[in-house]
C-alpha cells in the first residue's frame, strides 16, 4: 500500500505500476521513460539483453505478436526501494506469428506470471519476467 510517495518503498511501486500501466497500453516510449539507459533485460528462458535499444526492439516485436492486459497486479517492494517483485496474470492474444509457435490467428491465453526489478536513481535497472512458455504455447495450439 502506497502511503503518501515518500518511502522508496512506495516510489519504486509507484514506478513499476506505471511500467505495467504503459505496458497495457502499447506504450513502449512509456515503458523505456521507466528504465535506465543501460537496462539490462534477462529475457524469460533467454539470454540477458542490455540497453534500451535492444530492449525497445523487443517490446516492440512482442507488442506486435501478442496483445497483452496484464490484470490482478501485485507488487512488492524492499524498503530502501532498490528491488521489486509484481505477481499478476496475462490476458493475451496471439496476434502475429512467432517462431516456434503455430500461426496466429487471433487466440487467447491466460498465464500467471511474474516480474523481477533492480532499481537505480528511480528507474528500472534490470527487469525480468518469468512465466510458463509451454503453457502460452499449449494454451494457443488448442485454441
Do not use: W
Not at 37 to 53: F, I, L
Request: net charge neutral; glycine share 8%.
Amino acid at each position: 500500500m502506497i502511503i503518501d510517495g515518500s518511502r522508496a518503498a512506495d516510489r519504486t511501486s509507484a514506478l513499476i505500476l506505471r511500467f505495467y500501466a504503459a505496458f497495457n497500453r502499447g506504450d513502449v516510449e512509456g515503458m523505456l521513460e521507466c528504465c535506465s539507459d543501460d537496462v539490462a533485460h534477462d529475457v524469460n528462458q533467454g539470454q540477458r539483453e542490455t540497453g534500451k535499444s535492444a530492449y525497445r526492439a523487443y517490446l516492440e516485436r512482442i507488442l506486435r505478436q501478442h496483445r497483452i492486459e496484464v490484470r490482478d497486479i501485485v507488487v512488492m517492494s524492499v524498503d530502501d526501494g532498490t528491488r521489486a517483485a509484481a505477481e499478476f496474470v496475462q490476458h493475451g492474444v496471439y496476434l502475429d506469428s512467432a517462431p516456434g509457435l503455430p500461426a496466429a490467428q487471433g487466440q487467447h491465453y491466460v498465464l500467471p506470471s511474474g516480474g523481477f526489478f533492480s532499481i537505480h536513481l528511480g528507474k528500472i535497472a534490470r527487469v525480468a519476467h518469468h512465466y510458463n512458455l509451454q503453457e502460452r504455447a499449449a494454451q494457443i495450439e488448442r485454441r
